[in-house]
Every structure is written in structure tokens, then in C-alpha cells.
């Protein structure tokens, strides 16, 4: 049987680990990976690969960067010929990038079979470009591997129960095992931070923050009067964006360093005492390591780390300071995203409905 696993941006190299690692133990697959080059330069891509262990992609399409449409044209122009070449069993695509949708669309054209990892994920909020590229993935994909029992209700009140598979969750499978493996490890902290004192690790870079200067600027001063000092590991659409509104990352409570691999960020984010984020993952990898974690925005598809406090909405950028101080709860954490052993149900379910 054959897999074709199609990604392209940070979070998907993560979750392909899990899967790629899977398969590994199996003699019954065959593994085609697929690199759209969404995120395309090497602190964002090449070191993932390395760092976690994956096997090199057998193909890159290298596509770069570009506007939503034009970068998912691209993608869509160059898949059809990757996958006339290889005609997979399953087309597999991960999460909610641009590369998603573009390899979803690609193959449910040649009527080749879509499953998608991470399914029923959910924000309402109709302005995320990712919130429509996953309900369109999940729409048309043949087999949804949802990774909670609250993603599987979204997809039943959609009416796609029948192609649901709960799984848990593949990044637990991933951020468990680095975890465990960096607990000895120096921590890679931004210049003028005394890594055994506390601090804060934070990444800021979707739209809804970064393209509106004076929302930009008022969550970067609000990071800079952290009582703490912060680790800023800017995502280059956050420096290229305060770069053009004339904003300076550094000061004030804020050292900035580049994204770093995901080992070090995992260590960083255990040993950290607070999380500020916009990101889907950091969030719920700060909830497996046990870090209270503020989200620079409205909603939340991982509604289960709110619970008791381990994860805060924060929409109001004034209120950012304060949350990031508020003491750590102390109610435990439930096991919501899985024993760490979801990849191989996924892998097996795609084989047992090939």
C-alpha cells in the first residue's frame, strides 16, 4: 500500500515525524513524501526534517512564498504531475496550511482517496484563512482522522460522522518523545536571558496580529512590560511585518532570537514559566508540558487546554502582561490529545481501508 503525505509548513513536519516514524515499523507501506515548500528556508524546514528525524522528502516543489491564492495555485499546478507519477492508495494531508487544501483539491480531482490527520478542528472565526482551508479539506476528504472527541462532535454536527476515525492526537506522539529526550539538554534562549531563572517563551505571527501596525505595536509593548524576561523566537512574517511599521522587537522585558528546532523549543516551553502564542500547536504543546500558556486571540480549536486555567484567551493586548504573570494552576491536566501512540492507529486505519 501507498501513502502519499503531503506538507509544507512547520507544524506539519512535526506531525509527518509521527507518521513517517509509524510507517517505519511496518513492511506493508510505502511512504511518498511531499514538500510544497511553504515554508521554505532552513530554520523553518530543513532543520525539522533533520532535528526529527524524518526521512527526506522525495519530493519539493519549492514554492515559496505568495499571496494565499497565488501560492495555492502553485501548489495545485505542481501536485498534478507528482501525483499521476505515483497514484497513492491515500493522499494524506495534515492540519490547515495552503499546502492542505492544495493537496486535497489535487487529488479528489483525480478521484484518488484524501484522509486528513487532524481533522474537525474548529475556530468559527471566518476571518482565519486556515478555518476555511480545513472545513473545505474536511469536506472533501474521504477518511477524517480526528484527534479529539470534541473535533469528532464538530464533524458529526456537519454531518461527516460516517468518514470519522478518532485517533488522539499525532503531535502529543512527537512532543512526548523530545520531551523525554531533551531533559539534560543546554536551553537555546535568546541572548540576556539567565535560563535558570524564570522567563517567558512567546511566538506572535498570524494576520490578525501582525498587519494592523497598532495592534502589532500595542502586543509587543505589552510583551516588553512582562515582568519576566521574554524569549521572542520571531517568525519571519513577525519581523518583516514590524519592520515595515517601524516597530522595534527588542526592549524592555523582550530578547528576540530566530525560530529555533523543535527540540529547543519543546525544551525551552517545559522549563519555561509561561507561554504567550498565537499559534495552534504551541498551545497545546504547552498544555502536554505542564506551561500556562496566554493566546493573543479570540478563539481557541483547542478548546480543551482552557480548561482550569492552563491556556487563557487573551484578545485585548493590554491585558497581555498580566495574564502572562498569573500563578500556574494546579488542577492536573486531563489526557484529552492521547496515549502517544496515535500515528500508528492512523497508519493502520489508512491500511485497513485501503
Request: proline share 5%; hydrophobic share 45%.
Amino acid at each position: 500500500m501507498k501513502i502519499l503525505s503531503v506538507v509544507g509548513a512547520r507544524p506539519q513536519f512535526v506531525k509527518l515525524a509521527a507518521i513517517a516514524d509509524a510507517v517505519a515499523q511496518r513492511d506493508d507501506v510505502e511512504h511518498v513524501i511531499v514538500h510544497t515548500g511553504q515554508h521554505y528556508d532552513t530554520a523553518m524546514s530543513d532543520v525539522f526534517f533533520a532535528d526529527l528525524r524524518i526521512p527526506a522528502p522525495d519530493v519539493n516543489l519549492a514554492i515559496g512564498s505568495g499571496s494565499h491564492g497565488r501560492q495555492t495555485g502553485a501548489m495545485l499546478a505542481g501536485m498534478d504531475e507528482v501525483l499521476e507519477e505515483h497514484l497513492p492508495d491515500w493522499t494524506l494531508v495534515y492540519g490547515d496550511t495552503n499546502s492542505t487544501l492544495a493537496g486535497t483539491l489535487s487529488a479528489v480531482k483525480m478521484h484518488l482517496k484524501v484522509a486528513h490527520l487532524e481533522a474537525g478542528l474548529r475556530s468559527f472565526n471566518r476571518r482565519m484563512p486556515e478555518e476555511h482551508n480545513r472545513v473545505v479539506t474536511d469536506h472533501a476528504a474521504d477518511l477524517l482522522l480526528a484527534p479529539t472527541e470534541v473535533a469528532r462532535q464538530h464533524l458529526a454536527d456537519e454531518g461527516l460522522a460516517d468518514r470519522t476515525l478518532v485517533t488522539g492526537d499525532v503531535m502529543t506522539d512527537v512532543c512526548l518523545r523530545v520531551a523525554a529526550s531533551v531533559q539534560s539538554t543546554e536551553l537555546a534562549l535568546p541572548a540576556g536571558i539567565d535560563p535558570t531563572g524564570d522567563f517567558a517563551v512567546a511566538t506572535i505571527h498570524r494576520a490578525d496580529n501582525t498587519d494592523s501596525p497598532e495592534r502589532l505595536r500595542d502586543i509587543i509593548e505589552s510583551l516588553q512590560a512582562v515582568a519576566m524576561p521574554v524569549a521572542l523566537f520571531a517568525h519571519p512574517r513577525l519581523v518583516a511585518k514590524a519592520q515595515e511599521a517601524g516597530i522595534e522587537l527588542v526592549g524592555g522585558a523582550v530578547h528576540v532570537g530566530a525560530p529555533v528546532a523543535y527540540p529547543d523549543l519543546v525544551n525551552a516551553v517545559k522549563r519555561a514559566r509561561a507561554v504567550v502564542t498565537d499559534s495552534g500547536g504551541l498551545q497545546k504543546e504547552a498544555y502536554l508540558l505542564g506551561t500556562p500558556c496566554s493566546t493573543v486571540r479570540t478563539e481557541t480549536e483547542w478548546v480543551e487546554t482552557l480548561e482550569d486555567g492552563w491556556n487563557q484567551l487573551v484578545a485585548d493586548p493590554a491585558a497581555l502582561a498580566g495574564a502572562v504573570m498569573r500563578p500556574a494552576p494546579t488542577a492536573a491536566r486531563a489526557p484529552h490529545y492521547g496515549d502517544g501512540r496515535a500515528a500508528a492507529r492512523s497508519v493502520a486505519a489508512l491500511v485497513d481501508r485501503a
